[in-house]
């Protein structure tokens, strides 16, 4: 499997499951994962588990923007009314919100079977990186 291919999977996975981190100059969808999981060494096993893991997440995320794009149709009925129902509007709000969690909580769970495939080096390596990755989203969220 070719390295590109890993780090494109896991950085959309995790950026799906809101567990990456933000890369210095970088907006919200710049992440560094991908980088720190690809100086992992990964073996093939490994990579094949990742990018399984990534269909799965955006099977599921997949599910979760289908719900969203119905809801739009809710929507778009309350806010033709003269005065919209803001409990409604806050119940479909709280809904969306719902499913986001529960598809934040699936990437989790994905992403810890694949780090169970990590050896004991891998993983102190990604929380090395990982450390120096927060350091470096400290510095720059202190402007």
Known sequence: MKKPLIIATLIA????????????????????????????????????AAVQMR??????????????????????TELKKPKPDAARLHSIADQRLEDVKKVVHYGIDRFLSFHATLTNEQRAELGKEMEKGQRHAKMWADD
């Open 13 to 48: 996975c995790l950026a799906v499951s809101g567990a990456a981190i933000a890369r210095p100059h970088g907006g919200p969808g710049m992440f560094m994962l991908g980088r720190i999981l690809h100086d992992l060494n990964l073996t093939d096993a490994q990579e094949d």
């Open 55 to 76: 269909k799965d997440i955006m099977k599921h995320g997949k599910e979760l923007r289908r719900a969203s794009v119905e809801s739009m149709d809710e929507v778009a």
